[in-house]
């Protein structure tokens, strides 16, 4: 896994990588996938160039907020399950979904949406997440 469990490495992994990307570095494997998720949201590069503004902060949901560290880890965590197709089928409801939206970014978006309320659901059930009840939101929004 990229990550571990602590807010702040994982926050700091995100500052580090956008600051070797904007001073021209030479990136790593896992950094590479943390600035080719980073340059699909232009919203949140001041705040990746900013460490000292965002590393201790609280997005609230019940306050109309996105987290935007989560935001793009769930976007990281769906390049890494295309990239080995887990759970089996992801790909080829990706491909659908590129079709029917168009653009890849939407279709991860809608992903995004399945993945969230996959994880949360574990988390309430104190379950590992269901690759089933995950493929099966993704197969509805082909539909």
């Given at each position: 896994?990229?990550?571990d469990?602590?807010?702040?490495?994982?926050?700091?992994?995100?500052?580090s990588?956008?600051?070797k990307?904007?001073?021209?570095?030479?990136?790593?494997?896992a950094?590479?996938?943390?600035?080719?998720?980073?340059?699909?949201?232009?919203?949140?590069?001041?705040?990746?160039?900013r460490?000292?503004?965002?590393a201790?902060?609280?997005?609230?949901?019940?306050?109309?907020?996105?987290?935007p560290?989560?935001?793009?880890?769930?976007?990281?965590a769906?390049?890494?399950?295309?990239?080995?197709?887990?759970?089996?089928?992801?790909?080829?409801?990706?491909q659908?979904?590129?079709?029917?939206?168009?653009?890849?970014?939407?279709a991860?978006?809608?992903?995004?949406?399945?993945?969230g309320?996959?994880l949360?659901?574990?988390?309430?059930?104190?379950?590992?997440?269901?690759d089933?009840?995950?493929?099966?939101?993704?197969?509805?929004?082909?539909?």
């Amino acid at each position: 896994m990229l990550f571990d469990q602590d807010r702040n490495a994982l926050r700091q992994v995100f500052f580090s990588a956008w600051r070797k990307h904007s001073a021209g570095g030479t990136l790593d494997g896992a950094e590479k996938l943390v600035v080719l998720v980073a340059r699909r949201h232009p919203e949140y590069h001041a705040l990746l160039a900013r460490p000292d503004s965002s590393a201790d902060r609280d997005w609230l949901p019940e306050a109309g907020e996105t987290n935007p560290f989560l935001h793009m880890s769930l976007h990281i965590a769906i390049e890494e399950q295309l990239s080995a197709d887990r759970p089996p089928g992801l790909r080829a409801c990706y491909q659908a979904l590129l079709r029917k939206f168009g653009d890849e970014h939407t279709a991860q978006h809608r992903m995004l949406d399945c993945l969230g309320e996959s994880l949360w659901r574990a988390g309430r059930d104190r379950a590992p997440p269901s690759d089933t009840d995950y493929l099966e939101c993704l197969h509805r929004l082909v539909q």
